[in-house]
């Protein structure tokens, strides 16, 4: 699996849109690029996937860049409970699914 | 609602026991699971993948005879953690994925939290 890149942490206000940016520069031309967030002492919970489009569901919307070299995460509104790490994971016909550190994100009142 | 469960979510056992971890894919079959450990802020790391009816494949570094995986059932597979050091104190989580496109997502257990005393 191609390795991910990810600042370790990020800050957002209630309300306000959130952009989680994902480096991906070795990602071969199969790979998905997928999602996850962890709240404290919980498993992982999948947030959205993608291969080369745009995509867009009820808890995220994720951008992809042309070249598929990187990827964004975008909150649309922060809420309390958005808190939580988040990680990138470019997932490779393998089946498994390995975690790179993630980014944190607090989100402030 | 979960897909996943897992049990127990706490265990304390004494320095050399072995305590057992289930993890159960609800209303799916599950040909293959995967278990992970987690350090206290640090990521998942993947200790190994669990086949029904066949032996767990582990990840470099992992014992596999100290992290013994049974995976009896499309539904249930199971890491018992045997002769248990204070060492292997960390948090377990399970993971299972719908039958589907190899794409699809993972579906996690709310993990064990394991602390040996």
């Known amino acids: 699996d191609a390795k991910t890149t990810q600042p370790n942490s990020m800050e957002s206000n209630e309300e306000e849109p959130v952009h989680l940016p994902c480096n991906h520069s070795t990602i071969s031309g199969t790979d998905y690029i997928h999602w996850y967030r962890q709240l404290p002492s919980q498993g992982p919970e999948y947030v959205i996937h993608?291969?080369?489009s745009n995509v867009n569901n009820r808890m995220a919307s994720l951008a992809i860049a042309e070249d598929r070299k990187s990827s964004t995460l975008i909150l649309h509104r922060a809420t309390l409970r958005d808190a939580a790490v988040y990680y990138c994971?470019?997932?490779?016909?393998?089946?498994?699914?390995?975690f790179g550190q993630g980014t944190t994100l607090q989100v402030k009142p | 609602g979960a897909v996943v469960s897992q049990h127990p979510s706490r265990v304390i056992c004494k320095s050399g026991t072995s305590v057992k971890i289930e993890c159960r894919s609800l209303d799916f079959q599950a040909t293959t699971m995967f278990w992970y450990r987690q350090f206290p802020k640090k990521s998942l790391m993947l200790m190994a993948t669990?086949?029904?009816?066949?032996?767990?494949?582990?990840e470099q570094g992992v014992e596999k005879d100290k992290f013994l995986i049974n995976h009896a059932s499309l539904t249930l597979s199971t890491l018992t953690v045997t002769s248990a050091h204070p060492e292997d104190s960390s948090f377990y989580i399970c993971?299972?994925?719908?039958?589907?496109?190899?794409?699809?997502?993972?579906?996690f257990g709310n993990g064990t939290r394991l602390t040996v005393t």
């Open positions: 994971i470019s997932y490779s016909n393998t089946g498994k699914l390995i």
């Open positions: 993971s299972a994925r719908i039958p589907g496109p190899y794409n699809s997502p993972l579906h």
């Open positions: 669990s086949n029904e009816g066949s032996k767990a494949t582990y």
């Open positions: 993608g291969l080369t």
